[in-house]
């Protein structure tokens, strides 16, 4: 049974051994090799424990599976793409490779919304690279497509594509797919 809680700063280690590794296998081809090899467990654990310590507006939450442990972990707060009238945000979200397909991402997506509109966000937005497969995941959710850019990174560009929730309160209100979305 999954087990969806706030991150505490004992959890960065986990939280970034799921980060090098999805995006590892995720990002393979799209985003420069050279930022992919130069990941570090180690340093992303460091800025994983800042970030889950701090108390602006930010916040981690993962989900524990038995006694795998964490297995997945999501980050929520404001909005930071200016112009879209979605003042929150899905900052972060990625399930370990070996447990993708069992529910965790829809359960942490779920509780990320739900924290989103506990701290009075109306609306929430996700961006995701256009080239990857996970945008799916969000349509299944009920985002809708609304937004393109290009991203200037790395020394190339990357599309982005943006997904949203544009009314949390009615949303989880209808369920977990945000029945009259449809
Ligand atoms: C994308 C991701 C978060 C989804 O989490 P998950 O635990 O694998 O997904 P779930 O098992 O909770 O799936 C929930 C629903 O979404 C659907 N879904 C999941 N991934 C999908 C995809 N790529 N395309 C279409 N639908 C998808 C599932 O079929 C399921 O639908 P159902 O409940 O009707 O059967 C996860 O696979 C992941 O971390 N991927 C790699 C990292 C990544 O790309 N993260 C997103 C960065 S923006």
Redesign the pocket.
Known sequence: MVRVRPAKPDDAAAVARIYVE??R??YAGVVPDRVLTQMSQVRQSLAWRREIGMRGGRRILVAELGDAGVV?FVGVGPSRCGPLPFDGE?H??????D???????????EAGLGTLKEKGFAAAV????SA??????????GGRRVAERNEPLWGTVLRETAYGWPDLVRRLEDGVNGARDS
């Open positions: 999805t995006w296998s995720v997945g899905i972060t979200l990625y399930i370990s490779d447990f993708q397909g069992r529910g965790i991402g829809r359960a942490l997506l996700v961006w995701v690279l990857n497969p996970a945008r799916y995941f969000y349509e299944a959710m």
